[in-house]
Antibody
Framework: QVTLKESGPVLVKPTETLTLTCTVSGFTLTDAKMGVSWIRQPPGKALEWLAQ???????SYRKSLKSRLTISKDTSISQVVLKMTKMDPVDTATYYCARIRLGSDYTPIFDYWGQGTLVTVSS | EIVLTQSPGTLSLSPGAGATLSCRAS???????LAWYQQKPGQAPRLLIYGASSRATGIPDRFSGSGSGTDFSLTISRLESEDFAVYYCQQYVTSPITFGQGTRLEIK
């Protein structure tokens, strides 16, 4: 059974650094056809892709946020970590991690999502 | 950045009716890289369709996807009560991966 679970602070202050952890089970981060992505959703708004990492450590970031984001993984404990610096109230959102499975033709498929964690940025 | 525009913004229909949701891309999107999700209040998005027309595991066959180029559609036949939700399209052909703004399907 594939599961992903996000964890991290529910409240951060402006200018602080947010650290979110995605703990996965039911698959391994070393599988050649697997990756993990972070996506966020401000309250009442649409989804916004942030970053992703694959088993070969290939990383991609949203260009507009690249200077603030760092994604990494620890395969020994099945975790993917996202750090976002200089948090601002506009970063208030539910943050999701999702599994990316590469299909037979290497089509990326975001097939399993965590439940999400709401992060509020406020002083 | 590829912008995905979904229409209509809100669709009001009765259970048993059919629904067609549209997703228009600002640039050509390979069908392999277009997906649809369903999201209910307080829940994570759920993958419905990937590769424009392939149903994800466990998705009923009343959900179908089609389209190519810049125009894609999600069709839901015979709406059931659990189908009323917000639907998003997503493209992953180029970075950044982008989502549409969503179509809210509500009970009439």
């Amino acid at each position: 059974q594939v599961t992903l679970k996000e964890s991290g602070p529910v409240l951060v202050k402006p200018t602080e650094t947010l650290t979110l952890t995605c703990t996965v089970s039911g698959f391994t981060l070393t599988d050649a056809k697997m990756g993990v992505s972070w996506i966020r959703q401000p309250p009442g708004k649409a989804l916004e892709w942030l970053a992703q990492i694959f088993s070969n450590d290939e990383k991609s970031y949203r260009k507009s946020l690249k200077s603030r984001l760092t994604i990494s993984k620890d395969t020994s404990i099945s975790q993917v970590v996202l750090k976002m610096t200089k948090m601002d109230p506009v970063d208030t959102a539910t943050y999701y991690c999702a599994r990316i499975r590469l299909g037979s033709d290497y089509t990326p498929i975001f097939d399993y999502w965590g439940q999400g964690t709401l992060v509020t940025v406020s002083s | 950045e590829i912008v995905l525009t979904q229409s209509p913004g809100t669709l009001s229909l009765s259970p048993g009716a059919g629904a067609t949701l549209s997703c228009r891309a600002s640039q050509t999107v390979s069908s392999r890289y277009l997906a649809w999700y369903q999201q209910k209040p307080g829940q994570a998005p759920r993958l419905l369709i990937y590769g424009a027309s392939s149903r994800a595991t466990g998705i009923p066959d009343r959900f179908s996807g089609s389209g190519s180029g810049t125009d894609f559609s999600l069709t839901i036949s015979r709406l059931e009560s659990e189908d009323f939700a917000v639907y998003y399209c997503q493209q992953y052909v180029t970075s950044p991966i982008t989502f549409g703004q969503g179509t809210r399907l509500e009970i009439k």
